[in-house]
């Protein structure tokens, strides 16, 4: 825990919280995930991988996990902790940049993308880049799965998915919303 707010005090413009997210809210993140049909799963901005931990936990071996995260002492514990999984990638780079990774492991598009990104602190264009990326990489039928604090950046979601479901977490510090994006 100490980790994480000395990390977030260094850069709270891409840490986003002063806590990691909540077991509850893990949970409602990757509840609607069919784990058993897909093939590639990505998530942007792992933090200290409580999403990570779930997504591992419910994947099929085969299943590829390309995980992102840009802070380096994050990415370090990221290693040591998941990466010698089974068709777990840990990425020290951005979100921004999934399409040239996805090259690598000659994989056009994903079937879903589970973010812990900040949205609401990240500069606009930042932003912008990644959802113009993440909808041109996701399956047809793929999914979007964020967290917000509030529902501030909803229409800037909706200028780039034609349907989101939202979920309110009220077990997380502070209580998140879940945006399902399609």
Do not use: W
């Not at 936990?57 to 040591?80: G, P, Q, Y």
């Not at 932003?127 to 113009?132: A, R, V």
């Amino acid at each position: 825990m100490f980790k994480f707010i000395k990390e977030f005090i260094k850069n709270p413009n891409f840490i986003g919280s002063v806590v990691p997210s909540s077991e509850s809210l893990a949970k409602k993140m990757v509840e609607g995930i069919n784990f058993q049909e897909c093939n590639c799963i990505i998530e942007y901005g792992a933090g200290t991988g409580v999403f990570t931990q779930k997504l591992i936990a419910r994947k099929k071996e085969s299943t590829l996990l390309l995980v992102f995260e840009s802070n380096k002492i994050f990415c370090e514990d990221l290693l040591n902790m998941y990466g010698h999984k089974e068709n777990v990638k840990i990425i020290n780079d951005g979100a921004e940049n999934a399409r040239k990774y996805l090259s690598l492991y000659n994989i056009n598009q994903v079937d879903y993308i589970v973010s812990g990104l900040p949205f609401t602190v990240l500069p606009v264009s930042i932003s912008s880049d990644i959802l113009m990326n993440t909808k041109d990489i996701l399956k047809d039928n793929g999914e979007f799965i964020t967290f917000q604090y509030s529902l501030v950046k909803k229409r800037f979601f909706e200028s780039y998915f034609n349907s989101i479901k939202s979920k309110k977490v009220i077990m997380n510090l502070p209580p998140a919303y879940v945006l399902i994006c399609k």
